[in-house]
């Protein structure tokens, strides 16, 4: 009888690093790669080997382009474009980006090609961004995934 947990499953919580890392190689020490379904956020370097050999089965994130739909809320304040102005006594307007989901080396690379190799948006497509109303601007945050870059740069 073994003395490993009944575990089918585990979630790193708080994104990659250390924690992840640690856990992925304990799994690997105990010879239980890919036996654990390891799933978390914050993409590993080494995802793509991790998704082949059954270290990962699962790993969101992606969502560094936060940042960008952050500066381009705040920029069209800055222009005083009431569509992104706060109301009084709000903390403003929000956009709920969604994180990218990758759970096989076919998406990893969809993923790598569309996300790492090339920015997901051209230079033409973040002026036009620059350009939208919120709702508009909002749409495609919230569109944005491996597809939807595809479809763009087909």
């Known amino acids: 009888m073994n003395s490993y947990p009944n575990m089918d499953a585990l979630i790193v919580a708080g994104g990659g690093g250390d924690p992840l890392v640690g856990s992925v190689g304990q799994l690997a020490n105990m010879g239980l790669t890919g036996t654990i379904r390891v799933a978390s956020t914050d993409f590993l370097d080494d995802l793509k080997d991790q998704l082949a050999s059954g270290g990962m089965y699962c790993e969101s994130g992606g969502h560094f382009c936060d940042p960008l739909y952050s500066f381009l809320l705040v920029y069209e304040a800055c222009k005083g474009n009431s569509d992104f102005m706060p109301s009084a006594g709000s903390y403003g307007k929000e956009i709920l980006f969604p994180y990218v989901f990758v759970s096989s080396v ?35 945050a919230t569109a944005l995934s491996i597809e939807d870059v595809k479809k763009r740069h087909a």
């Open 106 to 140: 076919s998406e990893y690379e969809d993923y790598e090609k569309y996300f790492v190799d090339e920015a997901p948006y051209t230079d033409d497509e973040i002026k036009k961004l620059a350009e939208m109303s919120f709702d508009d601007l909002n749409s495609a």
